[in-house]
């Protein structure tokens, strides 16, 4: 998409509306009543795909087999939906130099960027545990995770026991984040926001962030991998 650009539920009606079925992630949010500027979106990607149908998600061999390391980055937008204002997060998910999980999903509106992204983080750790989990029912052997946030308020208060009036609407995703943290079970950690690969999965980026990002996710061509022109 084009970078920072948002779609809303207004605007003029697209009269092909059978073709718009084609389209992925933000546009099939509108497919029940698609402007023309949804098209617009929808022939994007589609020229996007054409380009690329030799990409694919690439794995590598880790560098180590005794132990694997397992890192999520976690990232939100906070409000960054115009119709509803509810906020777009993240969660990518390493298996040493490999993505193995990723997911996209915020149900309710965050009163506060802080909230979208403990909310992300809160994904994150669930989904983390339950690979940590698969994992040792599989004799593997994992150092311990590591959960990758840009948000400094909310690596503070994964930390900080003291629970603020402010922050007392969402105490199960605090409690139950810090309690994985005190227990050494994972760690919390910052990474600053240019090093955030889940950002490309929370908004329309420009195409230098946006490809620097992909690179991150391995999704590459094979074929100029390990054949180049």
């Given at each position: 998409?084009?970078?920072?650009q ?23 949010q ?13 022939k ?33 937008d ?17 298996l ?10 915020q149900?309710?509106?965050?009163r ?12 994150a ?7 940590q989990?698969l994992l ?9 995770p590591?959960?990758l946030?840009?948000?400094q308020?909310t ?7 003291v629970?603020h ?6 105490e ?5 984040v ?15 926001a ?7 999965l ?11 990002l ?16």
């Amino acid at each position: 998409m084009i970078g920072g650009q948002q779609l809303t539920k207004e605007g003029t009606l697209f009269d092909d509306p059978t073709e718009i079925a084609f389209s992925v992630n933000k546009v099939s949010q509108f497919m029940c009543s698609p402007m023309e500027e949804h098209w617009k979106v929808v022939k994007r990607i589609l020229r996007y795909l054409k380009r690329t149908v030799g990409h694919g998600l690439v794995f590598t061999p880790a560098s180590s087999t005794t132990s694997f390391n397992l890192t999520a980055f976690t990232d939100a937008d906070w409000a960054a939906d115009p119709n509803d204002r509810r906020s777009t997060s993240a969660v990518c998910i390493y298996l040493g130099p490999n993505l193995v999980s990723w997911s996209k999903k915020q149900l309710l509106v965050a009163r506060s960027s802080t909230e979208a992204e403990y909310r992300a983080l809160a994904q994150a750790v669930t989904e983390v545990l339950w690979i940590q989990s698969l994992l040792k029912e599989l004799k593997v052997h994992l150092n311990t995770p590591i959960v990758l946030c840009d948000n400094q308020s909310t690596i503070a208060l994964s930390h900080n026991p003291v629970l603020h009036s402010r922050s007392k609407h969402m105490e199960l995703d605090i409690f139950f984040v810090r309690e994985k943290v005190l227990s050494k079970s994972l760690v919390v950690s910052h990474i600053p926001a240019q090093h955030q690969y889940a950002d490309v999965l929370t908004k329309a980026l420009l195409p230098k962030r946006f490809l620097f990002l992909r690179s991150k996710l391995n999704v590459a061509d094979p074929s100029t991998m390990f054949h180049p022109p």
